[in-house]
């Protein structure tokens, strides 16, 4: 069974970049760039990767991600947050926080070697 990944990001040209990226596995990628529905999504869809922007149009990734980690049904998912946002990756070190962090602009070498490891987690 192919692995599914979740990727939210409001910036167009990130979750193409991404998705072309990642798209020679033959993993399940499913994209949306609102924050609004994560919850909702995640739940129904149960990825075996969550990527999240920290910045989403309106919503703050690092919340979702807390909420995400509250959630008994959902905490066992790793979730790798990207942000271009100085300090951004100090979320990291939080309670709740994500598995990891990429920091934007990133290099395919570490979204790819981040992303393999959280799936082998």
Same mark, same amino acid.
């Given at each position: #069974?192919?692995?599914?990944?979740?990727? $939210?990001?409001?910036?167009?040209?990130?979750?193409?970049?991404?998705?072309?990226?990642?798209?020679?596995?033959?993993?399940?990628? #499913?994209?949306?760039?609102?924050?609004?529905?994560?919850?909702?999504?995640?739940?129904?869809?149960? %990825?075996?990767?969550?990527? #999240?922007?920290?910045?989403?149009?309106?919503?703050?990734?690092?919340?979702?991600?807390?909420?995400?980690?509250?959630?008994?049904? +959902?905490?066992?998912?790793?979730?790798?947050?990207?942000?271009?946002?100085?300090?951004?990756?100090?979320?990291?070190?939080?309670?709740?926080? %994500?598995?990891?962090?990429?920091?934007?602009? $990133?290099?395919?070498?570490? +979204?790819?070697?981040?992303?393999?490891?959280? +799936?082998?987690?």
């Amino acid at each position: #069974m192919n692995k599914k990944i979740v990727i $939210f990001d409001d910036d167009q040209e990130i979750l193409t970049a991404l998705e072309s990226v990642l798209d020679f596995v033959d993993w399940d990628l #499913m994209t949306f760039s609102s924050g609004q529905d994560a919850i909702s999504v995640i739940s129904r869809e149960k %990825p075996d990767l969550i990527l #999240m922007d920290v910045l989403l149009d309106g919503f703050d990734g690092r919340e979702i991600c807390r909420s995400i980690k509250e959630n008994s049904d +959902l905490k066992h998912i790793p979730i790798i947050l990207i942000s271009g946002q100085h300090g951004a990756e100090n979320a990291q070190q939080q309670d709740f926080g %994500p598995n990891d962090f990429l920091p934007k602009p $990133f290099n395919i070498g570490d +979204l790819i070697d981040k992303v393999y490891f959280q +799936l082998a987690s």
